[in-house]
């Protein structure tokens, strides 16, 4: 399946849908537990991740912790 | 009205239609709160006292160190040792004496941030640990307050505005903070030095922005950068019916210190 990551195109081999937990593996996510997850839009619970599919179309955005200023 | 003096320094910003003489009294009545004098604050404190944003307020308890200088292009080699809020404050009134500067020589906590940000039309968030940055989203969100929010690391920077109970807020994203030193800080993971000038500047344009009423506020997405790729992307966000301050059901209605989030140098700060 095809899909928009971080403005990307991105491909999944070989399924028409994953759970969210999945695709952070699929996907190698660096710091994948720390991860925000952002879903068509909508910012996903991680409690959610297990029972969150993604599919063909979708637009997943992964946001990361940002914490220096100084 | 205005001195001839302050016709000949606001020029450029009086003759910009967007801004003029009304525009320029706005930002002389303005108010903006920068937390932090560091990377961030640095261009933030010397843009809005170039801009003549008329009353400032900087916080910070740390002082000037050889390797702020770097990066922290308010402090001098001579400043080194000195509070980090009195340098920025003297190079502050060099620039336009029209700007009158309140220091805070301490570090926000629950106990003080409602009385510090009480007073002000905007506040910046220049810090660099996350207790100080959520505690910021949760003092301004219940105060009602707008604000921008910083974060940089490395190469990489990111910068949202927040208008409480209009667009998301730091917490509709990231909801907690990480566990501490999950997440490496600028001086364990370093950070070029132009970095938080140009997030800084941006955080700047969005206080003069609010407060000349003009343009579109970075509300509602993150704006994320690359330096080393120079690619900028902006994340379209919507408010999270979840966030634990300003969702539906929200589990934090007082400012709480994230003690979680505190790292070691932090503990060693304080």
């Not at chain 1, 928009?4 to 996510?29: F, Y």
């Not at chain 1, 720390?34 to 992964?62: A, K, P, S």
């Not at chain 2, 200088?69 to 009195?86: A, M, N, S």
Request: aromatic share 6%; with cysteine.
């Amino acid at each position: 399946m095809d899909l928009t990551v971080n403005g990307k195109p991105a491909t999944i081999d070989g399924k028409e849908a994953v759970n969210v937990t999945t695709l952070l593996v699929e996907l190698k996510v660096p710091q994948a537990e720390y991860v925000t997850v952002e879903l068509n839009g909508e910012i996903l619970l991680r409690g959610d991740f297990d029972t969150t599919q993604v599919r063909e179309g979708d637009g997943v955005e992964f946001l990361y912790f940002m914490g220096g200023g100084n | 009205m205005f001195s001839e003096e302050q016709i000949q320094r606001y020029s450029r910003h009086i003759i910009l239609k967007e801004v003029g003489g009304k525009g320029q009294k706005r930002l002389l009545d303005g108010k903006v709160l920068i937390i932090g004098a560091g990377g961030l604050g640095a261009p933030i404190a010397l843009y809005l006292a170039a801009a003549g944003v008329g009353t400032i307020g900087i916080a910070d308890a740390d002082e000037v160190d050889l390797s702020n200088l770097q990066r922290q292009v308010i402090h001098f080699t001579p400043d080194v040792g000195k509070l980090k809020v009195e340098s920025a404050r003297e190079k502050m009134v060099a620039i336009n004496p029209d700007v009158s500067v309140r220091t805070y020589a301490e570090w926000v906590s629950a106990a003080n941030i409602g009385a510090i940000i009480a007073d002000y039309d905007f506040v910046i968030d220049g810090t660099d640990n996350f207790a100080a940055k959520f505690l910021i989203n949760d003092a301004c969100v219940l105060a009602g307050k707008p604000y921008s929010h910083g974060g940089i690391l490395q190469f990489d920077g990111q910068t949202m505005t927040v208008v409480p109970g209009a667009s998301p807020c730091y917490r509709c994203i990231f909801p907690a903070p990480p566990p501490k030193d999950a997440i490496p800080s600028c001086s364990q993971a370093g950070v070029i030095g132009v970095l938080p000038g140009v997030i800084g500047t941006i955080q700047a344009t969005e206080a003069l922005k609010f407060l000349l009423k003009k343009g579109d506020l970075l509300t509602g997405r993150l704006l994320t950068y690359s330096a080393l790729r120079m690619k900028f992307r902006e994340v379209p966000l919507r408010r999270n019916a979840n966030c634990p301050v300003c969702g539906d059901n929200p589990t934090i209605t007082e400012a709480v210190d994230e003690l979680d989030a505190l790292n070691v140098c932090d503990l060693e700060r304080k």
